[in-house]
């Protein structure tokens, strides 16, 4: 079945610098990733819509300056999380879509990021 | 912004009882799809429903969308504790579209 593979799991960084997180699809082609931010016991909420070879769309509120997305090839997306705060501090998870397969999404495994 | 809600936010039953959770959400949807979250880890797809579909079974689920009071269940029977999760229900809008997600129900299976 279609995997999604996103790293790293947990990352830890200074305020200040930037943390970039991969999200891969291991099997399938995707021209679409989306990328959540999800707080303790709390949803998934969208941040953007990562398009292959053009700008993601980003949700409104949240910033893209700040959190910068690439989606330079079929397989893989990434979102930099620039000079990083504390409240940055969550749990990001991307998620993709196997364009030839069923409308099920697939999701990667998440990254939690802390920030100190 | 929220589109799904769940309903009981939490519910606790012991193993071997069906579990129901339900979900409504406000706008017309394409699709409508359930996920399961075991704490700190990424989502499985469990199951979708179209909005031309009743009914659909899985193994051990059931899902349900009733397009006209904009409302979906999952039934999971003789449940088990490895069925421990948060479940969240999804709404998509289109082939390629986003989730909306909604804000989810820990389940809770005793042994």
């Known amino acids: 079945g279609a995997v999604v593979s996103q790293h790293p799991s947990r990352v830890i960084c200074k305020s200040g610098t930037s943390v970039k997180i991969e999200c891969r699809s291991l099997?399938?082609?995707?021209?679409?990733m989306f990328w959540y931010r999800q707080f303790p016991k709390q949803s998934l909420m969208l941040m953007a819509t990562?398009?292959?070879?053009?700008?993601?769309?980003?949700e409104q509120g949240v910033e893209k300056d700040k959190f910068l997305i690439n989606h330079a090839s079929l397989t893989l997306s990434t979102l930099t999380v620039t000079s990083a705060h504390p409240e940055d501090s969550s749990f990001y998870i991307c998620?993709?879509?196997?364009?030839?397969?069923?409308?099920?999404?697939?999701f990667g495994s998440g990254t939690r990021l802390t920030v100190v | 912004s929220q589109q799904g809600e769940e309903d009981p936010q939490a519910l606790s039953i012991q193993e071997g009882e069906n579990a129901t959770m339900n979900c409504s959400y406000k706008?017309?949807?394409?699709?409508l799809q359930w996920y399961r979250q075991n704490s700190g880890r990424g989502l499985v797809h469990l199951i979708l429903?179209?909005?031309?579909?009743r009914e659909k079974h899985s193994g051990r689920l059931r899902v349900t969308l009733d397009t006209s009071k904009k409302s979906s269940s999952l039934l999971i029977t003789a449940s088990r504790a490895a069925d421990t999760a948060s479940y969240f229900c999804a709404t998509g809008t289109g082939a390629n579209s986003k989730l909306t997600f909604g804000k989810g129900i820990t389940l809770s299976v005793r042994p």
């Open positions: 429903i179209r909005s031309n579909e």
């Open positions: 706008t017309s949807i394409n699709n």
């Open positions: 099997d399938f082609q995707a021209t679409t």
């Open positions: 998620s993709a879509r196997d364009v030839q397969g069923n409308y099920g999404y697939t």
């Open positions: 990562s398009n292959e070879g053009s700008k993601a769309t980003y």
